[in-house]
């Protein structure tokens, strides 16, 4: 695999004749990765034949600037996980943020309802962000295919919104959750989770599927949301920031089930370390 930190050298890779034929997916991550990483490039590597991975902490997607500070960075540890799945053919761009943002002028985004509620109501600015490194990156890459985890389900309907905008000519691979065995959605932030915080977070995975239960059941969506978030803020060290039953194509807010598909949506904080995850209601 190629390692690469400059944009003109991924351009130049990226544009050799006997490269530029062939289809190319590309997995874009924050590094620090774990297994749900890895399936991504699995995937991306059945369906193309080269990859790119990016591996870049992108400052404008963090609201908290004490999230940024901590999140982890384990570029070693990355590149030898990556080493062991990638070929010749592929490549990593890992860029510093002076490479990704030579100046501070930003484009800004309006995603319609898409960013009205959950990640982006709790997290002002993050979807801009979002919107921002993931358009750069797909001119830098110029991707056939691009690869996100449903883990982040409210990003991913952003990035398709971000495609349509952009018009960007490449296609939007979703990918399911990868959890841990216990249940625990796999998250770069699991690491800094306290022994005691690790050891309950797996309840929020059964809780959710306590919630589907109920739903199945025909329970009112009202009380099983206040039911949820209840149980959730009873566990030790762990509060809600929301708990929301939302359509699973326009993202919106559902206070009564319909016939559509929709998800419950979770964040939590569990002592400074916030979660995420996600559960088909059907
Ligand atoms: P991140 O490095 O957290 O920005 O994530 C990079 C990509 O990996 C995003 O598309 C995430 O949705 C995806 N991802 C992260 N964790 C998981 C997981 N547990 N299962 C599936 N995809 C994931």
Excluded: W
């Amino acid at each position: 695999m190629q390692i690469f930190t400059q944009i003109e050298e991924v351009r130049r890779f990226r544009n050799l004749p006997e490269q530029a034929e062939k289809s190319l997916g590309f997995v874009p991550t924050m590094g620090a990765l774990h297994e749900g990483h890895l399936a991504l490039v699995r995937c991306a590597k059945s369906e193309n034949k080269r990859v790119a991975i990016s591996i870049f902490v992108n400052p404008i997607q963090f609201n908290n600037p004490e999230d940024l500070r901590l999140y982890p960075r384990t570029l070693e540890r990355d590149l030898e996980m990556l080493g062991s799945v990638l070929e010749d053919d592929d490549f990593v761009f890992a860029p510093e943020a002076e490479e990704m943002y030579p100046d501070s002028r930003h484009q800004l985004y309006d995603f319609g309802t898409l960013e009205k509620s959950m990640e982006g109501l709790h997290r002002p600015g993050h979807f801009n962000g979002v919107g921002v490194v993931v358009d750069r990156l797909f001119r830098i890459v110029e991707p056939d295919r691009a690869y996100f985890g449903e883990k982040d389900y409210q990003q991913l309907a952003i990035i398709r919104r971000l495609v349509e905008i952009e018009k960007h000519g490449v296609t939007i691979v979703p990918c399911p959750i990868i959890r841990e065995n216990d249940g625990l959605a796999m998250s770069s932030r699991n690491v800094r989770l306290s022994i005691e915080n690790r050891r309950n977070a797996p309840r929020l995975y059964s809780l959710l599927q306590e919630t589907r239960q109920r739903i199945q059941e025909g329970a009112d969506l009202r009380p099983v949301q206040q039911q949820l978030t209840h149980s959730i803020d009873r566990i030790p060290g762990f509060k809600t920031d929301y708990v929301c039953f939302a359509d699973e194509a326009t993202l919106e807010p559902l206070n009564f089930a319909t016939n559509r598909p929709f998800r419950c949506f979770i964040a939590v904080n569990a002592g400074d370390v916030r979660l995420i995850d996600n559960l088909p209601m059907y």
